[in-house]
């Protein structure tokens, strides 16, 4: 785990559960023991969609495949033990976080990093909100909770209940949101349509030696 920085009105250190978004919101938030990233459309659902299938994904290929702000952050926060969690496998990580608190033997701090996307010309640095991520995010928080780990910062409560709250409205609010407009103006609609299956996949991608296994 990276080394404890001065403590910021931001950090959601006096938390267990934090959550904040992209790489600036990694480094922003408290140095966590795990990091569960989110990036629902697509980089979070495919390699969770390949990893329960039975396949290790290197994150290298994941992010040429994918090409998202996902695996730059999973890539960044490596010195943390790191999960990808989307709307397929929130449960899944969930069990993933408890297992790891569990074999410490000790409370767990968990950092959920919303992806969000890339907004403008290729090659610019603008985060823009993605309320997918914000769903998946939730997903995470709403799944910790049921497991007991429910000490939350404000940001991932909100998120929490933004999903409690919408949550069978997913599929069409991934397809209606700008991101999923974007898919499907690509042709790939089942690919938006997969990402909203709540629960359909039994494990978490972990990252190990930059390379994606079931945790």
Known sequence: MPSPAASSPFDQSRY???????????RRVAPADVVVVVDVLRFSSTVSARVAAGETVALDDAAHAVSRNGAAIAGAASDSVVLLGCLRNADAVAAAV?????????????????????????????????VEDLLGAGAVVDALSRLGIDHTSPEAAAACESFRGLGGAVRHLLTASGSGQELLERGQRDDALAAAQIGADGVAPVLRAGVFTAA
């Open 98 to 130: 408890l297992a790891e608190q569990q074999r410490r033997g000790a409370r767990t701090s968990i950092a959920v990093i919303a992806a969000g996307e890339l907004a403008g010309p290729k090659g610019e640095t603008e985060l823009r909100f993605a």
């Open 16 to 26: 267990q559960v934090r959550l904040d978004w992209g790489i600036a919101g990694l």
